[in-house]
Structure formats: C-alpha cells, structure tokens
C-alpha cells in the first residue's frame, strides 16, 4: 500500500577559456544570477500557523539544501501565515509580491486561489494541492499554464479511504463524522461527496461537522458525543492539518474511533492514511530551484502523488479499549505501540 573551475592550481589554455565564456551565454537568465551570488528571495504562504507547519516547513528546507541552497547565503525564506483566516491570504500574498520575491510557495486550495489571483507574473508553487484543475486554478495537469505550478493529490479519494477504514476497524459502526473546513472549497465539493458516497454504501450515516478556527474544536467534539458518533474522519486541510494533535486528543478523549493523515496518527489519532507531508514539501524545493534557473511554471507539468502511507497507532487503540482487525495491522506501514 505504500502504500522518497578552474582548479586553483591549474593552468586554462585560451581555447577552453573562451568555450567557457562562449557557453555561459547560454545559461538561463536565473542560473548565471545564482552563479554570480544573487540571493534567491522564496516566499512562503501559509494558511495556518508556522508551529502548525513545522514538519513541512523542515521538508521544504531540507529539499532546499539537498539542492545547494544555504538560508541567508544564497536563499532568504519570507513566510506569511493566515493563522486560519483564509480571508488574509489575498493581502498576504500582495504583501509577498511587494517584496519583490522571486517565487511564491503555497500549499492548499485556499493558497493556491489567492496566490493565482493576485499575481500573474510572480512564479507559484503548489506545495500540495487537492484538485487544482477541479479548484479552477490550472488549466489541466499536462499544461498548467500561467504563472502557476506545483503537486496534487487524491484528496477526494483519500476522504472516502478514511471512511472505508474506520468501518473495517469497526464493522458495527453505523454513525461516522466528516471534519471539514467550511472556508476551504477544496473541501467541501468532491471530497465531501466522496466521504458521503463511501458512507452510504457502506450503509453507515455520516454527519459533518464544520470547523473555521481551532477554538471551534472542543465544541464540535461536544456535538459529535451528543449525536451518538462512533468514528471521524478529519480531511487532510491546512487549518485542521495544523491542528493535528490537538484534534486526536479531543477523539481519544471522547472515545472515538479517528482516521486522518499519517501525521495525525502519529501525533495521537487512531489511523493515519495519505500523503507524506513532509515529503511533498521537499519535493516542491525541485520546483523553486527549476524556476529560478529560468524555467517557466507553465512548462512544469503538475505532478501527482503516488505514494500513501498508512499508520496504525495500537497505543491510541488500547486507550479505547479497542482490538485492531489482523487484516489492518498487516497492510500498515508503521504501527505506533
């Protein structure tokens, strides 16, 4: 299932210096730049918080560096975060631009949308998106055109995997929950029809619950206990992705059965299946350095993810007293005991 010169002593005959020369010239714009020390200025839009993304943001760095790029040497990172006001993302990215950076990071339908509508000519990568072609951000995977770029997954999918595997942890379960964030229409258009698809035809009911701002959470969790639900499923959003953890203590603590991101389980949730984040946001370091040496995004097909992982966290199951079937501990890739 898994489901990532010269040597300093030698001596330059004149016909080699002047093949050197004569090929620089043909050297994309960006990449003679880079050559002669310009420092890259990368923007970086968050929809939550920097503490909430710190395991991307270290993927993001660590893609960087495999690449040769040294924080205040060469690459200087201007981030902006939303906090979860998806409403501030178009003023932070002007704000971006009035930087003058060379190269907007994003991550998120929300990012994404507010990135492409407020710059035509700043480069934008998608560090992870879940559908950009069904979003209206690009044009199609092929061919993003524009100014735009980056990775997709199969978030749709994924949502009705999660409800899929809270049925086969619990075959009785009859009552299951979606958390969703509302202000991110990436979430609530395929993905929640998938999740209610799943739902039916495994003959459960599915009840969502709405989530804009983490202080909604404990609220939300008391809503779920009133209506008597057995298991949730959390999409995998910016808002709530930064919230992981905050999000499985709530469901330990009111005793349900949790499937989310890899991520999630392993900051506590039950089960964890998708993408990893961490991964995804290294890869989208290719994407900026690709850009600065001079390529455009709309040469850059979008790239789709191809590798899930699937965690098991037997220590969250004994919590809720709860036997894990043979046929989920064997198809995991990480158990957590």
């Known amino acids: 299932m ?3 010169v010269l040597t300093s002593g030698g001596i330059m005959r004149r016909r080699e210096f002047i093949s050197l020369v004569s090929g620089a010239a043909s050297w994309p714009l960006a990449a003679r730049a880079q050559q002669i020390g310009k420092v890259a200025r990368v923007g970086f839009l968050g929809a939550a918080s920097a503490a909430g ?3 991307q943001l270290a993927g993001f760095r660590a893609g960087l560096r495999d690449l040769g790029y040294v924080e205040g040497t060469n690459v200087v990172i201007d981030d902006r975060w939303a906090q979860g006001h998806y409403e501030r993302l178009p003023g932070l990215v002007a704000d971006l631009v009035r930087s003058n950076v060379d190269v907007i990071v994003t991550h998120g339908t929300p990012g994404a949308l ?3 509508q407020t710059t035509t000519t700043v480069p934008i990568v998608m560090a992870i998106v879940g559908d950009p072609v069904a979003g209206g951000i690009v044009a199609s995977f092929a061919q993003p055109g524009g100014n735009i770029t980056g990775q997709t997954f199969f978030n749709p999918e994924l949502g009705a995997k999660k409800i899929e595997l809270l049925k086969e942890a619990l ?3 009859t009552r299951a929950a979606c958390l969703l964030n509302p202000d991110n229409p990436g979430s609530i258009g395929l993905t929640l029809q998938a999740m ?10 599915l009840h969502q619950f709405a989530v804009r701002r983490p202080d909604e959470l404990e609220s939300a969790f008391e809503r779920m ?4 639900i057995e298991g949730l499923a959390i999409d995998d959003e910016g808002m709530l992705n930064a919230n992981v953890g905050a999000i499985a203590g709530l469901a330990v603590k009111r005793r349900l059965l949790s499937s989310g991101t890899k991520e999630f389980a392993q900051a506590g949730g039950l089960i964890g299946y998708g993408v990893n984040h961490f991964a995804t946001f290294r890869r989208a370091a290719v994407f900026v350095d690709k850009i600065l040496k001079g390529t455009k995004p709309a040469d850059l097909p979008i790239e789709q993810a191809t590798t899930f992982d699937f965690v098991l966290n037997l220590k969250t199951a004994n919590a809720l007293g709860l036997t894990v079937p043979l046929t989920l501990l064997v198809r995991a890739d990480e158990v957590i005991e």
């Open 2 to 4: 898994p489901c990532e």
């Open 53 to 55: 993304y710190a395991n």
């Open 114 to 116: 507010a990135a492409k």
């Open 171 to 173: 075959p009785h379960m």
């Open 196 to 205: 209610e698809d799943a739902a039916e035809s495994l003959k459960m009911e």
């Open 225 to 228: 206990e009133q209506a008597r």
